[in-house]
């Protein structure tokens, strides 16, 4: 950007103030990755033990970034899927321990 300031500075001077800057935000870029390969993929991290259940909550969430928060929303989904009767409901392969998550 300074270069850009000189240069338009020496053709129109002052026309761009010294003290201008630059500042850019860059947006996320969507996750291009289909649903089905993605959630192969967390399963096959979490079958290799090298993630966890809440890890793909996580993943899922960027609003969420307490690893405490992300096992509570998990806990009370599973608690949820017993009321209603579907203990395995979601829940396939994947499992939690609340202690270690």
Sequence with gaps: FEIVKRVVNTHAPNLVPETATIRVDFAETPETTDIT???SNY?????MGIWSAVDALLADNP???DREV???ILQE???EAVA????????RSI??????P
């Design 37 to 39: 390969a993605r959630l």
């Design 43 to 47: 399963e096959t991290r979490i079958a």
């Design 63 to 65: 609003d969420i970034r």
């Design 70 to 72: 992300a096992m509570t």
């Design 77 to 79: 989904r599973r608690d």
């Design 84 to 91: 209603l009767g579907k203990e395995n409901a979601g829940f």
């Design 95 to 100: 499992p939690f321990d609340g202690e270690n």
